[in-house]
């Protein structure tokens, strides 16, 4: 008989906009099959900023999934736009604990899970987790997936203590603390230089093998009039992934006429910004060379990935710890790849171990000119790097859920 897994997570179907819903996703879809049965406390749909029906097909049949009580402050408390800050604290969606933990423990009590996990970016999931450990004695690991509290993140010094308590916390009750990359490791272990040797644990994103087979059977435009479609897909943040310097390169390939200008379609799909992007575009003349289109069910955007010309990865110096999940779905999609990162980070590391060279910082303009004349001329001669099949095996989902089975059965031995 399967033992069974409290899982956390607030990211979780019907949500739509974050690529993070596909960890915790795939993780109950396939834990199943390596001996573990998953138990889901999410949050209430009311407290999501956007919904879509599009993965709830892909939560597997009879798994339990609790839905507590959660409200989104920003929405819900709010009066003429604001809030008091400790409705807020350590993020909008705080009144998620009052309702996850009597049902949490209500699951527990009923079902008698042999582990518990919690799942950032929403930090009162680890709130949650500690509460329920400190409770019931439930073995827990804590999903960090990237580091939380960071020199100058949380802005707000309230919401960076809270933060950096509920980090503090983890590491001290949790039994595995896990990272979806290298360098956040080797920052807590910088930081926390006294924690046990097997602590820390990396626990890479992937991608999901079914979700593209299911993909490869729908039809997606992928060029436009003859031209080359590079395309990002998904949300882009101000800091994080500011495309302001790719921008100021195609107004300098324009300006060069070198006849690439005319032939290259960038398509920013879902960034969740678009009248910022809107702006800026206009404001430099290249509203001809880019297209803001909107969001699309999973299963067509991975479609899309697998009939554009480029994929483009946008991530900023400042998250050199970190590799966004969408980084393995491009992977995957087998596509020409063009990363706009620093070089010397995590996410550069994963896609030129991949066997792809076209990388250059996202905050230089005319590194970026180059590297993006560069790749376009390979795509058109066709020898732009693909990902090596080596590189896309080792980062599916099933393998990933494969590597969560064992560290649950050594926190709950």
């Not at 073995?139 to 203590?161: H, N, S």
């Not at 983890?170 to 926390?192: D, H, M």
């Amino acid at each position: 008989m399967n033992k069974r897994v409290l899982l956390i997570a607030y990211h979780y179907p019907p949500l739509r906009g974050s690529s993070g819903i596909q960890r915790a996703l795939r993780f109950s879809q396939y834990l199943r099959e390596f001996g573990w049965e998953p138990i889901v406390l999410t949050a209430h749909p009311r407290a999501y900023q956007d919904k879509s029906e599009d993965l709830l097909a892909d939560v597997p049949p009879g798994v339990i999934v609790e839905r507590a009580f959660a409200l989104d402050t920003s929405k819900h408390l709010a009066l003429a736009g604001r809030y008091p800050r400790f409705l807020a604290n350590p993020d909008r969606w705080m009144s998620w604990w009052y309702g996850a933990v009597p049902a949490g423990l209500r699951l527990i009590k009923k079902y008698k899970p042999a582990a518990i996990w919690s799942t950032y970016p929403i930090a009162t999931a680890h709130k949650i987790g500690a509460t329920l450990n400190r409770l019931t004695g439930v073995p827990w690991v804590a999903d960090f997936r990237d580091p939380m509290a960071q020199e100058g993140y949380p802005p707000d010094p309230t919401i960076w203590a809270a933060f950096k308590r509920i980090e503090m916390q983890a590491l001290a009750q949790a039994r595995f603390v896990t990272f979806t990359s290298p360098g956040a490791i080797r920052t807590y272990r910088k930081n926390y230089p006294d924690l046990a040797a097997d602590k820390l644990v990396l626990l890479e994103n992937g991608y999901d093998e079914e979700a593209f087979t299911l993909a490869a059977g729908r039809k997606s435009a992928g060029g436009a009039d003859g031209r080359i479609v590079l395309l990002h897909s998904g949300i882009i943040y101000s800091s994080e992934r500011d495309p302001t310097q790719l921008f100021a390169a195609l107004q300098q390939l324009r300006q060069s006429g070198h006849s690439q200008a005319g032939r290259l379609l960038l398509r920013l799909r879902a960034t969740g910004n678009d009248e910022s992007m809107r702006e800026k575009i206009a404001a430099i003349g290249i509203a001809d060379m880019v297209e803001l289109a909107p969001p699309k069910p999973y299963a067509d955007a991975l479609a899309e990935m697998l009939t554009v010309d480029g994929l483009l990865v946008l991530q900023a110096s400042n998250c050199n710890d970190q590799i966004p999940a969408k980084a393995y779905e491009y992977l995957r999609a087998g596509r020409p790849l063009l990363a706009l990162t620093d070089p010397m980070g995590d996410t550069a590391d994963v896609i030129r171990r991949a066997g792809i060279d076209t990388i250059a910082p996202l905050d230089d303009s005319q590194a970026i000119l180059a590297a993006l004349t560069d790749f376009l001329q390979r795509i058109e001669q066709g020898n732009a790097p693909l990902a090596s099949q080596q590189a896309v095996l080792d980062a599916s989902r099933r393998g990933r859920t494969a590597q969560f089975a064992c560290l649950l059965d050594q926190a709950s031995s």
